[in-house]
């Protein structure tokens, strides 16, 4: 099997050994085992941290997108207001998923390429609107921004909206995501993003709001968040716990939280700003406007003269280096580089810079 050693992919992160060697140790079966539900409490207290919440946090098993799917179906039914705030794939196709379970949906909407500006439109939307939730993403990881939370936050209290979903999943670990300060009622995380652990877990923070409206709601179904709420109180959970998974989670936040959030986001900052600093000295177009905040988390460039993505995608494996594509009206037309989580490596990202540049000079 080919294997690249310039992993630069905006997950899954390439995932550090400890994390591995967590996963692969033998565990018991997990279900009702006191070790599992003290390594579940345990890995819940971590990811508290790293989502600054003293709300309760779910672990389940599956990516990212579950998270995103279990928090949408288990708060809302059919005809509830959402106002989906969106600056790109992840924003829009969110206000499509809150639609294909019934919810009145209202976006609000920008360029690909920009990231939340508009506060005005927003705060009048809201008011004319009356949402129920709104939703908004963090890190938009294909167009390589981040959106700024904390005005939407304040407006979420100041027009009393039931319910503020967050999605930052390629956010949480590599830049401050502050749910409490923000009003965040659920902020959703994927393990194999900053964490850089495997792919199979994701999890999430639940307001005590969003409890009482979960409960309510008592949407049943694999991806439902109700059967969590008293899980480890009960020691009862809704299918067999993924042991492994949770125990690479577990030592993955323990090793950045061992970093220290503030060292990760330096880390993050210093390898981004270098990243986009380079490709702009190399005569690639950044893809955010000038205007829009780059996310330190994964960098976006407009694919190079004289290359289809295929040509360039082929030209850097020649040399080791994989990157990802892009999705939706950016298929084709954006690269980018995934500098999350253990491949926010100022030495791994000057390989990664150097075969761009020797690409670039043999076009
Ligand atoms: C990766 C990602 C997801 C989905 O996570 P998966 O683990 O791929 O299911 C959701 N939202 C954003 C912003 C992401 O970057």
Excluded at 103 to 124: H, L, P, Q, S
Excluded at 257 to 280: K, P, T
């Amino acid at each position: 099997m080919q294997t690249y050693p310039i992993p630069m992919v905006p997950g899954p992160v390439v995932v550090p050994e400890n994390v591995r060697q967590a996963y692969l140790k033998p565990y018991g079966s997990g279900d009702l085992e006191t070790e599992f539900i003290d390594l579940y409490s345990r890995t819940q207290r971590l990811l508290k941290a790293i989502l600054d919440t003293k709300d309760d946090i779910v672990i389940q098993s599956g990516e990212g997108m579950l998270a995103l799917w279990s928090a949408l179906k288990s708060c809302l039914v059919p005809g509830d207001r959402v106002l989906t705030v969106a600056t790109g794939v992840f924003g829009y196709g969110i206000g499509e998923m809150a639609q294909s379970i019934g919810a009145d949906v209202k976006t609000v909407g920008f360029g690909y390429d920009e990231t939340i500006n508009d506060m005005a439109r927003i705060e009048a939307a809201i008011a004319e609107f009356k949402p129920r939730m709104i939703t908004a993403v963090h890190c938009e990881t294909p167009s390589g921004t981040l959106n700024p939370l904390e005005e939407l936050g304040r407006l979420k209290h100041a027009y009393r909206v039931p319910l503020f979903y967050v999605d930052a999943v390629a956010a949480a670990g590599g830049v401050p995501v502050l749910t409490d300060d923000w009003n965040i009622d659920l902020c959703l995380g994927g393990a194999q993003k900053c964490l850089s652990a495997p792919p199979d877990t994701c999890f999430l923070s639940v307001s005590v709001k969003a409890w009482e409206i979960i409960e309510a709601v008592n949407y049943v179904g694999y991806d439902a968040l109700k059967p969590f709420h008293r899980a480890v109180k009960d020691r009862f959970f809704p299918y067999t716990p993924n042991w492994q998974g949770v125990a690479a989670l577990h030592a993955a936040a323990e090793l950045l939280l061992n970093e220290g959030l503030e060292n990760s986001y330096n880390r993050h900052d210093i390898v981004a700003q270098m990243c986009r600093r380079h490709l702009v000295d190399m005569g690639i177009d950044l893809f955010p406007t000038a205007d829009a905040i780059p996310s330190p988390t994964v960098t976006a460039a407009n694919i190079p003269e004289g290359f289809t993505w295929k040509a360039w995608d082929r030209r850097l494996r020649q040399s080791g280096l994989v990157v990802a594509g892009s999705y939706g009206p950016l298929a084709e037309k954006v690269f980018r580089l995934g500098h999350m989580g253990a491949q926010a490596d100022m030495e791994l990202m000057k390989k990664a810079l150097n075969v761009i540049a020797e690409a670039l000079r043999h076009r």
